[in-house]
């Protein structure tokens, strides 16, 4: 199967504190795993991407957490600010890079200030 | 370095009509994806390009969408004869090489009325 699960459909965190996404694949050949950001009207960003062989890749307030064995990755944003509202999607591929990404639903965040 | 170039960035068509939607690559890219995105809905794969040739596309309807790459120009997704249900925001992304990231273009919203 190539889906990809996303979880939490929408966030509500207040300012400074830690925002969670969760993703879940089924498909072992899947050996890359982005994280995209994407505002209103426009098109999705990387914002932080990781392969399976670490379990973990911090750049900033963003952090990714890798599991391998139970086939699941997330998405941690510490200290969340207002200008970190938007929607959050995971990806992943079969082909080491962005070719034919499947991605999961999205996460609506919010971040109250 | 401009981005990834789409347009139109809105496109209204009446049912039966042709819509064709343009993206231009980051500079020096030569590989191109195309992917839509229905309302609350992650992005799905479509099409995977190279100049002149086409390499995946198994996320393309059967009929009534084609797309291209040419040697001069930028990449034509086309889809004749809409329908409502296609309406949906299309995004092409581009990168320079096979396994790295892939740059998103703001998407053409493409409305069927």
């Known amino acids: 199967q190539q889906q990809v699960k996303q979880s939490p459909q929408s966030l509500i965190v207040q300012k400074g504190g830690i925002s969670i996404i969760n993703c879940a694949y089924e498909?072992?050949?899947?050996?890359?795993f982005p994280w995209y950001q994407q505002f209103p009207g426009k098109g999705p960003a990387l914002l932080i991407a990781?392969?399976?062989?670490?379990s973990e890749k911090k750049e900033g307030r963003f952090t990714i957490s890798f599991n391998k064995s139970a086939k699941q990755f997330s998405l941690h944003i510490m200290d969340s600010q207002p200008g970190d509202s938007a929607t959050y999607f995971c990806?992943?591929?079969?082909?080491?890079?962005?070719?034919?990404?499947?991605f999961g639903k999205g996460t609506k965040l919010t971040v109250n200030p | 370095n401009a981005g990834v170039m789409q347009n139109p960035r809105h496109l209204v068509r009446r049912r039966g009509q042709e819509a064709r939607l343009r993206c231009s690559p980051m500079?020096?890219?030569?590989?191109v994806y195309w992917y839509r995105q229905l309302p609350e809905e992650g992005l799905k794969f479509m099409v995977y390009?190279?100049?002149?040739?086409?390499?995946?596309e198994s996320g393309m309807p059967k009929e009534r969408f084609s797309a291209e790459f040419p040697k001069e120009g930028p990449s034509i997704l086309r889809i004749q004869q809409v329908v409502r249900g296609d309406s949906a925001a299309y995004f092409c992304?581009?990168?320079?090489?096979?396994?790295?990231?892939?740059?998103f273009g703001q998407g053409t919203r493409l409305t069927v009325v």
């Open positions: 992304a581009s990168s320079p090489w096979t396994g790295t990231e892939a740059f």
């Open positions: 498909n072992t050949a899947f050996d890359y």
């Open positions: 990781i392969r399976p062989d670490v």
């Open positions: 990806a992943a591929s079969p082909q080491g890079g962005s070719e034919k990404l499947v």
């Open positions: 500079k020096g890219h030569s590989h």
């Open positions: 390009l190279q100049k002149e040739n086409i390499i995946d």
